[in-house]
């Protein structure tokens, strides 16, 4: 898929003088124009809100809200979080807090509206005929990387997240993946060139390769066999996992209802080691 700014970019040469404006100023101001109407877009550039709706058009989107929402998936991949902590500086306390937590059960909601069950099913068939398991995730992903270790690794007794202190120490742990393997990359924007490199060689090594991502745009999608998008869109510089969270716990779940009567013995045996040596505090 085309980036939105290298497709601004080529068309500069052949667009009117007007649709050259919109474009020189999207490309000097993606940051700040990603969030502006077409009119406000029309009123920096000089020039009709009509003109702006047929520049999109011209582009080969259906209409400027299109066009505006794939220049918001282009920046996010490129802004700092600097420049993403700028951008929501005028949300202040509460106004900040409601507008977060609106985002995250947005984010949610379209995540359950565009993925398909299926998708689940073959994933979690391949984890549980899986010879081993490789999860990889970096940076912000490291704690969804750690959450579904965890609770997998409750699950099934082949499963290993890949650390690292250098990248190139990925390789080493991935050297004997082949087809019988699975490998579970996470990644967002900015996305992390170790785990896209660690994809990217297990896919050359045969294995299976699962990934959980933000969108057909991503760089770790061409490198997959199945991807789940969860939809991660925030205003502010931290990461919203909230969607991604939920399309592990879910995948989990499936995992589990793969094999009932396995999981629950391997649960059952887990209770009474966690019984015997006092692992949790116990209340009331």
């Not at 990217?200 to 066999?225: E, I, W």
């Not at 592990?248 to 209770?271: F, T």
């Amino acid at each position: 898929m085309t980036d939105t700014l290298q497709l601004i970019e080529q068309q500069l040469s052949s667009g009117s003088k007007a649709q050259k404006k919109i474009g020189g100023y999207l490309l000097a101001n993606y940051t700040a124009a990603a969030g502006m109407t077409a009119a406000r877009l029309a009123e920096a550039v000089g020039t009709s809100e009509s003109t702006v709706v047929r520049y999109a058009a011209e582009l080969g989107f259906r209409g400027y809200p299109e066009l505006q929402t794939a220049l918001k998936e282009s920046v996010r991949g490129r802004l700092t979080s600097l420049q993403r902590m700028e951008l929501s500086r005028a949300s202040t306390g509460g106004e900040a807090f409601a507008r977060s937590m609106r985002a995250d059960m947005e984010n949610i909601k379209r995540t359950l509206a565009e993925t398909d069950a299926q998708t689940f099913d073959v994933i979690a068939e391949r984890l549980v005929d899986a010879r081993r398991i490789y999860i990889v995730g970096t940076r912000s992903t490291a704690a969804l990387a750690m959450f579904l270790d965890f609770y997998l690794a409750q699950l099934l007794d082949n499963v290993q997240r890949l650390q690292a202190a250098t990248g190139g120490e990925f390789f080493d742990q991935l050297l004997s993946a082949d087809e019988r393997d699975v490998v579970i990359g996470i990644s967002f924007p900015r996305y992390s060139r170790r785990t896209l490199n660690a994809l990217d060689f297990s896919h050359k090594q045969g294995a299976y390769v699962c990934a959980v991502t933000d969108g057909p745009h991503s760089p770790l999608t061409p490198l997959a066999d199945t991807v789940v998008f969860a939809h991660n869109e925030n205003d502010g510089f931290v990461d919203s996992l909230v969607a991604p969270m939920a399309v592990l716990n879910a995948l989990i779940a499936a995992v589990a209802a793969k094999r009932p009567q396995e999981c629950a013995a391997r649960l059952s045996r887990l209770e009474q080691l966690w019984e015997e040596y006092d692992v949790y505090n116990k209340t009331r």
